[in-house]
């Protein structure tokens, strides 16, 4: 018999559906991409001259059983694959959004766990779990008690978390991010993981951090030593340089960590009005780079978009949103394991880390769009 060439785990994971949406977008003319996590404006100036000069600089150039892992949803696609790739089996518990009274405002924070169904998850076969605060997509941002509650379950079954912190800076409204590892009992059991790319505005850096307890960080190490090795130096020095730039100024009016979620903050307040403005249902973010907005008002009206039989309804949307109004966004229901996109197939997810002259491309679609509404 010939010999399987493809590994099993790939089965079900080797479709990307960012190639596909980034592909969609690029193909046509005049689209405004709000699909994309990434700044469109430039990084601070200390990070580009930490740059710089780490670059001129003499920096060393040269240089198991299957284990069940709980995945908060909606969660950033990649957490699946990369159990998978692990050996590890995805287990998922979805966020819910709570029903909301007349007159208040859709926030993410509404979008909760349930208890008994989170508990439900966790057998003896549990390694890990995934957590992710600030949200991305839905921009939550996990309060103290949730986080207790998954603390104490962790620590109840001897699970290692893993938490996925790169928004840790973008927070809004006086919101308050907390990191699970300063939770009584768990800096021995959490791994939480940091981005220059977000907390610089320089995603194409790639440099990252995690911070651990010896005991975990060991076999990370051993890992990291055996796959991706070591990233630019330059990179690194300049991320250091950047920090040790922003413990002078924190806390204060001229601190990056300060200004950066003020600014982010007015993009959000500008991207919620303009799309209510074409009866879009924006639910309201706490943090991160992200909103989802409600599209059941479309489904409802016009519920027979092109598409495969069985394809969500958020992608048909999106596909349909990118051709026809010349902007893209992003399928919330691609942030879902494959038995739940059905239930979640009416939100879609806009980037609003971007610079106004792109907020303002987009006020100008949107405003064609809600001309073409009104009769
Ligand atoms: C939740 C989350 N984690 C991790 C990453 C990866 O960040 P980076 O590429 O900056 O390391 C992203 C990027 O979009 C993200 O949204």
Not at 158 to 166: A, H, Q
Not at 334 to 350: A, C, G, L
Request: glycine residues 6%; contains cysteine; hydrophobic residues 40%.
């Amino acid at each position: 018999m010939a010999k399987r060439l493809r590994a099993r785990r790939l089965d079900g994971i080797d479709h990307n559906p960012w190639v596909e949406f980034v592909k969609l977008t690029s193909e046509e003319a005049d689209v405004v991409n709000l699909g994309q996590g990434f700044p469109d404006f430039s990084p601070p100036e200390f990070a580009v001259e930490a740059f710089q000069h780490a670059v001129s600089g003499d920096f060393m150039l040269n240089q198991y059983t299957k284990a069940f892992v709980i995945i908060i949803e909606p969660f950033f696609d990649c957490y699946e694959p990369m159990t998978l790739m692990a050996g590890g089996r995805p287990v998922f518990v979805s966020l819910k959004p709570s029903s909301t009274q007349k007159g208040e405002p859709n926030s993410s924070s509404n979008w909760q766990l349930d208890p008994t169904e989170l508990a439900s998850k966790f057998t003896s076969r549990t390694k890990a779990l995934i957590l992710n605060t600030p949200n991305n997509p839905l921009g939550k941002v996990f309060s103290r008690e949730e986080l207790e509650l998954v603390a104490s379950l962790c620590q109840q079954h001897d699970v290692v978390c893993i938490t996925d912190e790169v928004y840790q800076w973008l927070v809004f409204d006086g919101f308050q991010h907390i990191s699970i590892a300063s939770l009584p009992g768990m800096w021995e059991r959490t791994l939480t993981i940091g981005s220059a790319g977000k907390t610089f505005s320089v995603t194409g850096w790639k440099v990252g951090w995690v911070l651990g307890p010896d005991s975990l960080m060991k076999h990370l190490r051993t890992v990291h030593q055996n796959s991706i090795y070591h990233c630019a130096t330059q990179g690194q020095a300049a991320v250091a340089q950047s920090f040790e730039r922003e413990q002078l100024h924190f806390g204060q009016p001229s601190s990056y960590f300060v200004q950066l979620p003020q600014y982010i903050q007015r993009c959000r307040d500008h991207m919620i009005q303009s799309l209510q403005s074409v009866g879009l249902r924006p639910v309201i973010p706490q943090g991160s780079y992200f909103l989802i907005t409600d599209i059941s008002d479309f489904k409802n009206k016009m519920p027979d978009l092109p598409g495969a039989a069985d394809e969500p309804y958020d992608r048909r949307f999106v596909k349909w949103m990118i051709k026809n109004k010349g902007l893209a966004a992003i399928p919330v229901s691609i942030f879902f394991s494959v038995p739940h996109r059905k239930i979640f197939d009416h939100y879609i997810r806009f980037c609003f880390v971007k610079d106004e002259s792109t907020l303002r491309a987009m006020d100008q679609k949107l405003q064609k769009w809600k001309a073409e509404l009104t009769p």
